[in-house]
């Protein structure tokens, strides 16, 4: 049977907190409870290590911290949990690019996965220098990317493109192993691109079969090329003991949603170019009703925050179910997050984590073959689990 890959996140768009922080994806972040501090994102990667999740996404945009930096300052909190870091290709040349990926993948110990954004909204794009229409940064991309693997060859590297170029360029720092790319997109010319260089295709969580239709068409292009890449989602969850408790939480989320957050971040998300984003807004449509659009996927996050807008909502064998769903459409790797990160964390990795395990579709990646003391039970506060630093 298949062996899942799960990744969560850091939260570093705005900080964590009990509520959905809103924002990101061209809108202004709105500040939570917890900042987005080195202690308090290195408890949240220890936790995620501890728990068994292979890497925690790092996201990038001019909404949270330098996920490089970010990444960087708290990988010693961890031993073997790897970074997802996300940036955009062109805001730095392909060689230092390469440098640093190569930089980061020998000091850490092979720990960096990349998660390659072009970015959808020129108007943040400008922020950072970059003019080039949405067209425009997918060919760029592809020259980028195409630079970038041939200089991890370690031969030397002379390239002209419409956008870039490189001459004599010879790479001292080849990262070992080379870091995976992860690249996600909807539009056609992104298809393109992930078929060409991506090892794992994202996309964000639609119901499972309109999932399972671009993983077939982005598979076909792969083919049609002579490669083979790996599919991945990216999800919110709320994983609870039982059913109840997981859709009152839910509820919960959307009450602390005013409707004038809707109404300001809705129109903040209309304007990008994502064909992702305006799919996510499609879901939801602005309004509080009928936002499960799957049984056990909720679109409710997505009212306030961009990007991924979905979350698996549950007891912990209703999300393995889903997940099942997700596994059959083609899906290998999961990238969760919750609110808090840290709390929600525990409740998949002790839940649903375990349940997944005993189908047979997961193992810890660093089991620990004699644990000391048995594991805290569900009725237990978040907090008797593990103290939460908020400095």
Same mark, same amino acid.
């Given at each position: ?15 964590d ?34 728990? +068994? ?8 945009g001019?909404?949270?911290?330098? #996920? ?16 997802l870091?996300? =940036? ?20 850490? +110990? ?20 970059? =003019? ?26 002379? =390239?002209h ?11 001292a720092?080849?990262?070992?192993p ?24 994202? @996309? ?26 790996? =599919? ?21 989320? %959307? ?35 009928g ?5 056990? %996927? ?11 807008? @979905? ?13 099942e769903?997700?596994? #059959?459409? +083609? ?5 969760l997050?919750?609110?808090p ?6 409740r998949?990795?002790?839940g ?17 073959a ?9 009725g #237990? ?11």
């Open positions: 049977m298949s062996n899942l890959t799960f990744h969560w996140f850091l939260p570093t768009n705005g900080g907190g009990r509520d959905v922080v809103g924002g990101g994806h061209g809108v202004a972040a709105e500040p939570a409870g917890r900042p987005a501090s080195v202690p308090y994102l290195g408890q949240v990667a220890r936790s995620a290590e501890q728990l +068994g999740f292979e890497a925690a996404l790092t996201p990038t001019a909404w949270c911290e330098d #996920a490089w930096l970010t990444t960087a300052m708290i990988s010693s909190a961890s031993e073997r949990l790897k970074f870091v996300a =940036f955009r290709p062109g805001l730095v040349s392909p060689f230092l690019a390469a440098q640093m990926a190569g930089t980061f993948q020998n000091l850490t +110990g092979g720990r960096l996965l990349l998660n390659v954004v072009v970015g959808g909204e020129s108007h943040e794009q400008r922020m950072y220098g970059d =003019f080039l229409d949405k067209d425009g940064r997918y060919a760029r991309c592809g020259e980028f990317l195409h630079a970038v693997k041939a200089l991890w060859s370690g031969e030397p590297v002379t =390239f493109g419409e956008h870039l170029a490189l001459s004599d360029a010879v790479l720092q080849i990262p070992d080379l870091p995976e790319i992860y690249f996600g997109g909807s539009s056609p010319a992104a298809l393109d691109v992930a078929a060409a260089y991506a090892d794992v295709y994202l @996309t964000w969580g639609e119901p499972p079969e309109a999932v399972r239709r671009k993983v077939d068409a982005v598979r076909r292009l792969a083919e049609e090329q002579g490669r083979e890449i790996r =599919f991945g989602i990216r999800l919110h969850a709320i994983a609870r003991d039982t059913h109840e408790e997981a859709w009152a939480e839910a509820d919960r989320l %959307l009450t602390g949603i005013s409707d004038e957050q809707i109404r300001r971040i809705q129109d903040g998300l209309r304007r990008s170019e994502s064909e992702g984003q305006r799919r996510m807004l499609d879901l939801n449509r602005g309004s509080r009703q936002l499960e659009i799957h049984p056990g %996927l909720w679109a409710g996050i997505g009212l306030v925050r961009g990007g991924a807008g @979905t979350a698996l909502v549950g007891s912990h064998a209703e999300i393995a179910d889903l997940i769903e997700y596994t #059959a459409a +083609g899906i290998s790797e999961f990238v997050s919750g609110y990160h840290l709390e929600e964390a525990y998949v990795g002790e649903v984590l375990p349940e997944l395990a005993r189908r047979g579709l997961w193992s810890h990646p660093a089991p620990v004699s644990p000391s003391r048995a594991a805290v039970p569900f #237990a506060r978040a907090d008797d689990r593990i103290p939460v630093v908020v400095s």
